[in-house]
């Protein structure tokens, strides 16, 4: 088996592009999930205010969202770039 | 040192079953340990009923160690199949098999433990409630055995399907990959699963009149917090049954290794994540019943959102599969 | 449940040999014996297993490694019959799987059709 150089690199940038989405969706997906319940609860306190609760909930997981789209970049660059 | 395909198949095998039942038993552990602990908190509590506690917690543990027994099975089969004459291609299968089992039965395993300890806290502070917490932790016991369930059918595909036909190169990757994807996301499926079901023994046990729409919140949250295992799954069988053209080259084979990886890891955080949700809505149903729909479409939608990076993980490792 | 934890174990297991007996007769009727017998061995060992879990899992240990421990050697007990399955063909293998699972099985069905039914009416209700 002849395994080159190039090979080589493209094979680690393939490796690397899937670690980095699968470790970069962990955090996003449990932070997200934690925002959900924190927002169950504050509704349940709440339930007055549960558009302007809910509202909240979705602009704070927009912003957790933000590292899983930096990994999404991330693994597009080193499959297509790279 | 000179090694037959047969030697590495054999070896393949073994260490398979040891990883398998390895993760399958620390899975039981640690949920059996979970609700031993808590069940001794109930205890402590109310004394009176330890009894009926205990009788509670036999009953949650002959369940919730299931996925340990597929497991079992699945490890014994890797032990004491005949393998003679196999390709090679046969020991990656059977590594893979190992992998998606152990792994599936580690989440399910400690997953299915909470709802036990949680309605054995419940049966000491609200005795009345004890057969609707004892039919709840049964029922939620019961989803969180699912993704050992999908680990279970990639697991025995991987055992049993002849891959001779499958050129070595890219295709040992793509059948450890197979293993890895179901089986990575199976461990938050299983946990997340678990957190809804023990939210909802905790919110029967706070408020025991809340016990139906309790009951719907968890199963619907249950069922969204298993998506994870379900693309987890679905790349495990395209990684199987799609045929790939032999190659020299390591770079196709790392790419369907990573397109398994990539769902699997992928999946373990929504997967937990999903639980959150699930529980903090199912806990604030119990509390606040009037509140139930509008509860129920706050998670939904959490859900989705937590939902999005398994997802994006799901199209990269499509994108691996099928453009690289 | 107002019964001692015997009385519970006593019930559980007879219930889940009587399902396993049952269901192996059907089997061994309709031409599949070794699939019967190996369910009521397996069913056996299930219920054995259960028993076990009450000794093991009510004595306070002294942490994960001694319930690791109680679990490994409970999947150890379990092992038995389906290396005895592999070994000896008049016992199906996957009957003896089938029959390990007998308790939980047996644990899940009543439920289902006892207080199960009460329960998915108070949803509707609710």
């Known amino acids: 088996m002849a395994i080159e150089g190039a090979d080589l690199v493209k094979a680690a940038a393939y490796l690397g592009a899937g670690i980095a989405m699968g470790l970069g969706a962990i955090g996003p997906g449990v932070g997200e999930g934690i925002t959900a319940a924190k927002a169950c ?15 909240t909930m979705l602009v704070g997981q927009a912003v957790a969202e933000s590292t899983g789209i930096y990994s999404l970049v991330i693994a597009l660059l080193l499959l297509f770039v790279v | 040192m000179d090694m037959s395909p047969e030697t590495i198949v054999a070896m393949a095998a073994y260490s398979g079953a040891g990883i398998c039942i390895g993760f399958g038993a620390i899975g039981a552990a640690v949920g059996e340990g979970y609700t031993a602990a808590e069940a001794n908190v109930a205890v402590s509590r109310n004394t009176e009923i330890s009894g009926d506690i205990f009788k509670n ?7 919730a160690e299931s996925a340990s027994i597929f497991a079992l099975v699945v490890a014994i089969l890797l032990l004491f199949m005949d393998f003679h004459g196999a390709p090679l291609i046969k020991a990656a299968a059977l590594t893979g098999s190992g992998l998606c089992m152990g792994l599936g039965a580690l989440g399910s395993g400690i997953g299915s433990g909470i709802p036990g300890g949680q309605a054995c806290f419940g049966i000491a502070r609200q005795p009345a409630a004890m057969n609707r917490l004892t039919t709840n932790m049964l029922i939620g016991s019961a989803v969180c055995q699912t993704p050992a369930i999908f680990s279970m059918v990639v697991a025995l595909l991987l055992l049993f399907l002849d891959f001779s036909a499958m050129p070595f190169q890219p295709g040992w990757a793509a059948l450890i990959g197979a293993g890895l994807s179901t089986g990575l996301a199976s461990i938050g499926s299983g946990y997340g699963g678990g957190t809804v079901a023990g939210a909802s023994c905790e919110g029967v046990a706070r408020q025991p009149l809340s016990v139906g729409p309790v009951t719907t919140t968890m199963l619907v949250g249950q069922a969204v917090a298993q998506t994870p295992a379900i693309f987890g799954l679905l790349i495990s069988f395209i990684l199987i049954f799609r045929t790939v053209p032999a190659t020299e080259s390591l770079a196709p084979a790392m790419a369907l290794f990573s397109a398994g990886l990539c769902t699997g890891l992928g999946g373990i955080g929504p997967g937990v994540g999903n639980g959150e949700a699930g529980g903090g809505a199912v806990r604030w149903v119990a509390r606040n019943s009037a509140m139930a729909a509008d509860l129920m479409r706050v998670m939904l939608v959490g859900q989705a959102v937590s939902q999005s990076t398994a997802i994006y993980a799901m199209v990269i490792s499509l994108v691996l599969i099928f453009v690289m | 449940m107002g019964d001692t934890l015997r009385d519970l174990q006593k019930r559980f ?12 007769f059907v089997l061994v009727v309709a031409g599949f014996k070794p699939a019967g017998k190996g369910l009521v061995l397996g069913a056996l060992f299930s219920v054995l297993n259960f028993v076990l879990i009450a000794e093991l899992i009510g004595r306070r240990g002294p942490g994960f490694g001694w319930r690791l421990g109680g679990v490994a050697l409970r999947m150890a007990l379990m092992a038995v ?16 799987v089938a029959g390990l699972f007998a308790v939980p099985a047996m644990i899940l069905l009543a439920q289902g059709t006892g207080s199960g039914k009460s329960a998915s009416r108070r949803i509707q209700e609710g």
Do not use: D, K, S, Y
């Not at chain 1, 609860?41 to 509202?55: V, Y």
């Not at chain 2, 917690?57 to 369940?63: E, I, P, T």
């Open chain 3, 13 to 24: 297991a007879g219930r889940a040999l009587a399902i396993a007996l049952v269901a192996a």
């Open chain 1, 41 to 55: 609860e504050a509704i349940g306190h709440n339930p007055n205010e549960a558009g302007l609760l809910t509202r």
């Open chain 2, 57 to 63: 917690m036999l009953v949650g543990q002959a369940v």
């Open chain 3, 81 to 96: 019959p389906l290396v005895v399955a592999i070994r000896q063909p008049q016992f199906g293998f996957w009957g003896v």
